[in-house]
């Protein structure tokens, strides 16, 4: 067998040198979460765990949006589920940026799952490597007073979210505490299409799995039999949870992409300690399961249980007891 090192080095002398992205992408700093109305999503994401809270009612962002220099203005809270820092923005009305189009298109939702980078030439270097690639920047977004730039690339027709970048004049320590997070999940029609995009820009392929529900497993309330294909990608903090499933029967993932927000992060995932237990407290701040289902021999090692909870802000929570 061939060293590696000489096959690597056979494949770039033919232009197919594998593709590497910089140390920087592999910890998630934050999201960037745009809504139409943060006085009524506020209420269910603090319930559910949403903490440490500031409030900037009128900021202004200096932006570059397709090409031109422009003014946000924005209402937005800053807080953390966990060890995830979370940024949520009611943009203006009559504002054209890629804020407003997102929800025209969309709703409310995640617009971007954002990287740090360390240094303005490390960001600089990023959007010359990316833009090698096809891709360029979507808005480009200073705020003064924070001393803080954001880079959102147009990833999102192929890669189902804008990719982020944010460098900060002090770097945003880690939260520190619990593991709140263990997962984005993806909604998107066709797995091995987004794989090959994100390939093509230096991302290590999905993981590519089948899978199937359980027999008691349930959708609304009524027996669930479904087939459905998932991919995977490792983060230090949290794993991406790619599904493709079919429309029929009815489940939670077909229901996402029927609504306008078609393809993009459909849920985050939250371990507990006592499923059923939690599953009552939600139920009582008036969030209900939509759908349910188990893995492996519950209640042996390797197994688990879960319940789709529909909250506010265009996100679900998938609930999570592992054993």
């Known amino acids: 067998m061939r060293p590696l090192l000489a096959v690597l080095a056979t494949l770039c002398l033919f232009g197919n040198c594998p593709a590497q992205v910089p140390a920087f ?54 807080g953390h589920l966990g060890s995830l820092n979370v940024d949520m923005i009611q943009p203006a009305e009559g504002q054209l940026n890629a804020y407003t189009h997102f929800l025209e298109k969309h709703g409310d939702g995640i617009f971007s799952i954002v990287h740090e980078v360390p240094t303005q030439a490390a960001l600089e270097h990023e959007i010359t490597r ?87 497993s349930r959708y609304r309330e009524q027996p669930l039999s479904l087939d459905f294909s998932v991919g995977y990608e490792k983060y230090d903090q949290f794993t991406y949870e790619w599904i493709a499933a079919p429309s029929k029967p009815a489940n939670i993932y077909a229901d996402y992409l029927k609504t306008p927000h078609h393809e993009g992060i459909q849920h985050i995932g939250l371990p507990m300690t006592d499923l059923k ?42 609930l999570l007891q592992s054993y």
């Open 130 to 216: 990316m833009r090698s690639k096809g891709v360029g920047v979507l808005q480009r977004v200073t705020i003064p007073k924070q001393g803080t730039t954001f880079v959102y690339f147009d990833t999102e027709l192929e890669g189902k979210f804008n990719l982020g970048l944010v460098l900060r004049a002090e770097t945003k320590k880690p939260m520190t505490g619990p593991q709140m997070i263990s997962h984005f999940g993806f909604d998107v029609r066709d797995l091995p299409s987004v794989s090959l995009y994100w390939e093509k820009l230096g991302f290590p392929p999905l993981r590519i799995e089948h899978a199937s529900s359980r027999a008691d």
């Open 277 to 318: 237990q939690s599953i009552t407290e939600y139920e009582r701040l008036g969030y209900h399961v939509v759908q349910s289902g188990a893995w492996g021999d519950v209640g042996k090692p390797s197994s688990g249980e879960y319940a789709y909870i529909d909250t506010s802000g265009g996100v679900s929570v998938e």
């Open 25 to 78: 992408y592999k910890s998630v700093t934050s999201v960037t979460w745009i809504v139409e109305d943060i006085d009524k999503v506020r209420p269910a994401w603090v319930a559910l765990g949403l903490k440490d809270i500031q409030e900037y009612p009128n900021m202004a962002e200096i932006a570059i949006y397709e090409g031109k220099p422009i003014t946000i203005y924005v209402w937005q809270i800053t």
